[in-house]
């Protein structure tokens, strides 16, 4: 990508804050003027204008009955919300636990049709077993420091898998070769995990590559990410997630699931791969 998702964000944020001054301005209105009528101190003007300080709801709404701009509200909350969205840290998704992140992304999920996912460094979630998604979640949450209810996340998770069985949507899997051989919990846990992709395979709707160790690459291993129709791109990296909608980013995040499949194999090739790799846990 062009420049780090937190830079694409602030600016995201500037961009708004731009246009809440031009209304300002459009309006006639000073800075102080702006503050007595929405009542606030003129220095919080100066932070939104500024980018300084995130606008809330209220605070847009304020602002657009001020400058008499009201049918202006809904898109700019719209715009902010985006902003927000583009890049959330773990320490504040996870916060109170790792629960609700799982809980709140499920509407997303009931809402798509057609799921592309890329992974070079876990199982995807909705292909996680609870043994593997509660190892995995535990690590986290002491990594991070945050609240352990990785037992009650990794059910979560778990209930969203349900959208594999559903009907209706098709889901394209591509695991680079090393997801299958990282341990995430015990060999136990890992022999399931293995077992449980075999097992997803045989499902109608489900496409499952695996990019070998070997294969010759026309594009170089990528963080982790999850295409959601044509409409979202998500991607997860140490210290926050990362959600794109913008029509040429999302694009380029399809480009890109498109050459790592032609690197992968599938079938007879895929199962043959992940079979070794449950044999070498021992």
């Not at 847009?60 to 400058?67: E, G, L, M, Y």
């Amino acid at each position: 990508m062009s420049s780090h998702p937190s830079s694409r964000a602030q600016e995201a944020r500037r961009l708004l804050a731009a246009r809440l001054r031009d209304l300002r301005l459009d309006a006639g209105l000073s800075g102080r003027a702006l503050a007595g009528r929405c009542g606030w101190s003129d220095a919080k003007t100066s932070r939104i204008e500024n980018a300084k300080t995130p606008p809330s709801d209220a605070d847009i709404r304020a602002w657009c009955a001020a400058c008499g701009a009201e049918d202006q509200a809904a898109e700019l909350i719209t715009v902010s919300r985006q902003a927000d969205q583009m890049y959330v840290r773990w320490k504040k998704l996870h916060g109170h636990g790792m629960r609700r992140a799982q809980d709140e992304v499920l509407p997303l999920y009931e809402r798509t049709r057609h799921f592309r996912v890329y992974v070079s460094n876990v199982v995807p979630g909705v292909l996680q077993t609870e043994a593997y998604a509660t190892a995995l979640l535990a690590r986290i949450a002491a990594f991070q420091g945050t609240p352990d209810d990785s037992q009650e996340a990794a059910a979560s998770r778990i209930e969203r898998s349900r959208v594999l069985y559903e009907g209706g949507r098709t889901f394209a899997f591509l695991l680079e070769e090393t997801v299958l051989r990282y341990r995430i919990g015990n060999a136990e846990t890992m022999a399931n995990q293995l077992g449980y992709l075999l097992a997803v395979m045989a499902l109608p709707n489900i496409s499952l590559g695996v990019i070998p160790f070997t294969a010759e690459r026309s594009v170089w291993p990528l963080e982790a990410f999850y295409l959601f129709d044509t409409q979202q791109a998500s991607t997860e990296l140490l210290t926050a997630a990362v959600n794109v909608s913008a029509p040429s980013e999302v694009t380029l995040y399809g480009r890109a699931f498109s050459e790592l499949a032609k690197m992968a194999v599938y079938g007879r090739e895929a199962r043959a791969r992940i079979t070794e790799a449950i044999t070498s846990l021992g």
